[in-house]
């Protein structure tokens, strides 16, 4: 069984920025595809971004394309950095593991999930 957890998240302002952290205990996941989703009050969750399982190939959502990037560092760790944040990208952010090496952007395609981190984006 793996365990994700989260880090990173809190309060900024508009424009500001904030690097997530998904750490993942129990096993390592260096051959699994990660990605990152969010949820804002009342949404339902929706992809952000995502890695394959050796960094080489990345996917972002078009609304947040050029300014968040996700990597990885070793086979435990995974950042989401985030720049230029709106009020709108309020959310709760959970990173989330597959089963496999290749990544996607279906929720249903995730295994393992943490138990997210709160950004909140002032105006």
């Known amino acids: 069984q793996v365990q994700l957890l989260e880090s990173g998240g809190g309060l900024v302002q508009a424009g500001g920025s904030l690097r997530l952290s998904c750490a993942a205990s129990?096993?390592?996941?260096?051959?699994?595809?990660i990605a990152w989703f969010r949820q804002a009050p009342g949404k339902e969750r929706e992809f952000v971004a995502a890695?394959?399982?050796?960094?080489?190939?990345v996917d972002y959502a078009d609304s947040v394309k050029d300014r968040f990037t996700i990597s990885k560092n070793n086979a435990n760790t995974v950042y989401l950095q985030m720049n230029s944040l709106k009020p709108e990208e309020t959310a709760v952010y959970y990173c989330?593991?597959?089963?496999?090496?290749?990544?996607?952007?279906?929720?249903?395609?995730?295994?393992?999930w943490g138990q997210g981190t709160q950004v909140t984006v002032s105006s």
């Open positions: 989330a593991a597959a089963s496999g090496s290749s990544y996607s952007r279906n929720r249903s395609q995730y295994d393992y």
């Open positions: 129990g096993r390592t996941y260096s051959d699994n595809a």
């Open positions: 890695i394959n399982w050796n960094g080489a190939l």
